[in-house]
Nanobody
Framework: QVQLVESGGGSVQAGGSLRLSCAAIGYSTECLGWFRQAPGKEREGVAA???????SYAESVKGRFTISQDNAKRTLYLQMDSLKPEDTATYYC?????????????????WGQGTQVTVSP
């Protein structure tokens, strides 16, 4: 059973930065990714790793967000720079065994509880 615990959310002004972390417990061969869900909107993929360590990003965050992972610590990170008000959402860490690198929520089986990110104008 995979358990994912996110941290690092908060409130920031537009143009600022935040770094999210996701501690993965009990996972071995799954691949990890970040998703977000704004109020009234569907959950969407933000960034993910495939098994070769290659990354995928949503177009809306390319050049501003960077996904990274520390395999020794089993921790996933999301560095978010140049934040915009439209980045406001609850951010989730997720794990998949079969669809590594994918950015569709339906491809992921395990989810964290989420961490709130609020960006003010």
């Amino acid at each position: 059973q995979v358990q994912l615990v996110e941290s690092g959310g908060g409130s920031v002004q537009a143009g600022g930065s935040l770094r999210l972390s996701c501690a993965a417990i009990g996972y071995s061969t799954e691949c990890l990714g970040w998703f977000r869900q704004a109020p009234g909107k569907e959950r969407e993929g933000v960034a993910a790793f495939d098994r070769g360590g290659r990354t995928s990003y949503a177009e809306s965050v390319k050049g501003r967000f960077t996904i990274s992972q520390d395999n020794a610590k089993r921790t996933l990170y999301l560095q978010m720079d140049s934040l915009k008000p439209e980045d406001t959402a609850t951010y989730y860490c997720a794990a998949t065994r079969w669809y590594c690198g994918g950015l569709f929520p339906s491809q992921y089986s395990y989810w964290g509880q989420g961490t709130q990110v609020t960006v003010s104008p």
